[in-house]
């Protein structure tokens, strides 16, 4: 099937376009036909927030807009796998909810979603699996709740290492007349 993808926030975005023209210039490096962008414009527009801003140039846009943009593109066209990086760390408690919404249709609709995160909080919400990397391999695959313990477990060992390490015992430290350690 169709795949689309933010991997990156704004990729194919010219920041000298306006957002309206964007959404041509980025949905066909993404692989969407003029004709699937021109005959969902308007849903993308809404679903962005950005009616008013749609015709400003994209450099005069913050991240978050950006982002609601590219996102706005994305889901609007159909697409049967959906590939998406961090994408709600980005925006704000509005456009948040709104994507989540729209992934829970996505989801209802048997879409394969892909979803790069490390915000564990939302992998049990949208997810029923997880995939865990360490050092750019599989660590693990499987049920969303004992990959994030494996997630967390992994970080907890090197913290607490790293912890260990540059603890030093009182008596190594330099104490000055005033009590304060050098």
Partial sequence: GKVASILELGVGFDPELSGFDNLFNGGQLLGFSKKEIKNNINKIIEFSGLKEHIYTPLKFYSSGMT????????????????LFDEILAVGDLE?????????????????????????????????????V????KLDYFGDVNNGILKYKKSYLEIDNLKY??????????????EGYIE
């Fill in 67 to 82: 982002l609601r943009l590219a996102y706005s593109l994305v889901t609007n066209i159909n697409a049967d796998i959906l």
């Fill in 95 to 131: 456009f948040s909810q709104k994507v989540l919404t729209e992934i829970f249709q996505k989801v209802k609709e048997k879409k394969t979603i892909l979803f790069v995160s490390h915000d564990i909080n939302f992998l049990p919400i949208i997810c029923d699996k997880v995939l």
């Fill in 133 to 136: 990397l360490k050092d750019s």
């Fill in 164 to 177: 260990r390490e540059t603890i030093k015992p009182i008596e190594n430290y330099n104490i000055n007349k």
